[in-house]
């Protein structure tokens, strides 16, 4: 039968008892189709969730994983080279103590293009060698030390460099000797950082791999009294960990911990409103002879009172016996007053509002005040009261003055690093290119 001539019967009731019913319709249109809102609905949908899942995933900081990852297999294969030619050839190990020797590539042999030998401590110098011979494994790459001297060759084929290779970042590969060796590299990803397996003893963000990790100057925890990274995240304990166990407590106001950091979730907020966090530090002998505070910040104001302190080790006024270190409304610079002296004032705009920043503050032994803000220095350096007051018992406290709750903090601190000594200008780089 042809299709045109093809008559359909006509359905008796019965027939459609368990059929299934046929769409309504509106208007003459199906409403088993999705309606606009309803789309709309959907895509809005998807987009948050595509956009919870990069913040999740965080591609940018996979790629930064696959680099870090890199510098660790880079230095372990390094490292094992070179403890073979100590094996084989240990009379053969050439080079100089003082000596850092960089995989950045210079012009000629010696010169280093941005890393000035004037930061590094006396009698350090940087080292780096010519392009053309960087990798070399002969001894006259960037590790001088002749690889392919071993009888049956260099067990590697050549030397590694950092994925970025950077004088700016500070992201390049390290060799220091001295009847042994440390291989140095700085992380750049959240995960590696905040791995203390993989990282450097109270030195979060720096790879050190070798026979003796306190080679190099410029990543040296000597002088590290008390060390706060904030990784808690919960609780009222702050955890020391210099080793020293000055344990802080948090105590009053209604600040809290938050993810709200420049990296990765490790920072307090405190409320501008009485939250401090007292430490059991009390000791005033470790500050009489020079010392350093670090700490990474983000202010939403200048503080309660206009002097949100950072880290106070006073009796709560001004004319006691101890120091203060505080952000100041005038304009946004920050604040170091040791007892009853003259106060000395960074560099204006030091710092930034709702935002992050490094700041570093080293005082010398004749109580010269230098401020550091991400690295460089901020102002011109001046002196205030004599270290030789700082006699309070008073504990060091962040976020709020010792001796009182209203000089609280406005804000986020976080990576609070208390020295002994004044650290030099390479030091503080590499502390604030390891923790960025």
């Not at 070798?210 to 190099?216: I, K, V």
Request: proline fraction near 4%; hydrophobic fraction near 35%.
């Amino acid at each position: 039968m042809s299709r045109s001539s093809f008559i359909p019967l006509e359905k008796s009731p019965d027939d459609t008892v368990g059929a299934e019913a046929p769409p309504a319709v509106a208007g003459g249109r199906s409403l088993t189709g999705f309606t606009l809102i309803e789309l709309l609905v959907v895509i809005a949908i998807l987009a948050i969730l595509s956009v919870a899942a990069v913040l999740v995933i965080n591609p940018l900081d996979l790629i930064r994983q696959s680099r870090d990852s890199s510098r660790l297999a880079d230095l372990n294969a390094l490292n094992k080279a070179l403890a073979l030619f100590d094996v084989t050839n240990p009379n053969d190990f050439t080079g100089t103590s003082t000596h850092i020797y960089t995989s950045l590539p210079a012009q000629t042999a010696g010169e280093c293009p941005g890393m000035p030998s004037s930061t590094l401590p006396s009698g350090y110098m940087y080292y780096c060698v010519a392009s053309s011979t960087l990798s070399k494994t002969d001894g006259t790459g960037w590790i001088p030390a002749n690889l392919a001297s071993i009888s049956y060759g260099s067990p590697i084929g050549k030397l590694p460099i950092d994925p970025e290779n950077s004088s700016t970042t500070g992201r390049f590969y390290t060799y220091i000797m001295g009847g042994s060796w440390e291989l140095n590299a700085l992380y750049e990803s959240s995960r590696y950082k905040g791995d203390n397996a993989k990282s450097k003893a109270n030195q979060p963000g720096i790879l050190s791999i070798g026979t003796n990790q306190s080679l190099n100057p410029v990543y040296s925890a000597n002088g590290l009294i008390a060390f706060y990274d904030f990784a808690e995240q919960t609780g009222t304990t702050l955890n020391d960990k210099s080793g020293n166990s000055y344990t802080g407590t948090i105590t009053a106001g209604t600040g809290d911990w938050t993810t709200d950091q420049k990296d990765n979730a490790r920072a307090y907020s405190f409320d501008g409103a009485n939250t401090t966090i007292p430490t059991t530090l009390t000791a005033t002998s470790s500050f009489q002879n020079g010392f350093t505070i670090s700490a990474w910040v983000k202010a939403d104001s200048a503080g309660e009172g206009s002097a949100g302190r950072i880290v106070d080790k006073s009796s709560g006024d001004n004319s006691d016996s101890g120091f203060r270190f505080l952000t100041s409304s005038s304009l946004n610079r920050l604040y170091l007053q040791i007892n009853t002296g003259t106060g000395i004032y960074s560099g204006e705009n030091a710092y930034s509002i709702n935002a992050w920043s490094h700041v570093l503050v080293i005082v010398s032994s004749n109580a010269t005040v230098t401020y550091y803000i991400n690295g460089v220095q901020s102002g011109t350096p001046g002196t205030t009261g004599a270290l030789s007051g700082i006699t309070t018992a008073n504990a060091l406290t962040i976020g709020n003055r010792s001796g009182a709750t209203d000089r609280t903090f406005n804000g986020n601190i976080s990576d609070v690093r208390i020295y002994n000594r004044v650290l030099g200008t390479a030091e503080i780089k590499a502390i604030y290119n390891a923790t960025r």
